[in-house]
């Protein structure tokens, strides 16, 4: 069953999640990323749950100078930078293409 679908351009990469966002999808994506990409945009679409390692791993992504954009983050997501007191020093860059019910 895979977690992930993902597709490559020049130095982005796109992934959408299938299903919850752990570390065994922290793996699927590092191991798709190379040294020439630069952009990783994730699509949360059918993603509701996440843990510490898609944050840890989203946010150090973001501060190492590469971009990142969020498509449909989970509402928990926000609620999971409020309480580690990150949501006033990372501004996420996000987009809301549906609405969620």
């Known amino acids: 069953m895979s977690i992930i679908e993902s597709r490559k351009s020049k130095d982005t990469l ?7 966002f752990d570390i065994l999808t922290r793996y699927k ?9 630069e952009n990783l945009e994730i ?3 059918n993603c ?3 843990d510490s390692e898609a ?11 590469k971009t990142l954009k969020l498509i449909n983050p989970p509402d928990i997501l ?13 501004q ?3 987009t809301i293409t ?3 019910s």
């Open 14 to 20: 796109k992934v959408t999640l299938l299903n919850n």
């Open 29 to 37: 994506i590092e191991s798709r990323t190379t040294k020439e990409i």
């Open 43 to 45: 699509d949360f679409s």
């Open 48 to 50: 509701k749950i996440l």
């Open 55 to 65: 944050v840890i791993f989203m946010y150090h992504w973001d501060k190492s100078g």
């Open 78 to 90: 926000f609620e999971i930078l409020e309480i580690l007191e990150l949501s006033d020093i990372w």
């Open 92 to 94: 996420l860059n996000y």
């Open 98 to 100: 549906e609405t969620k």
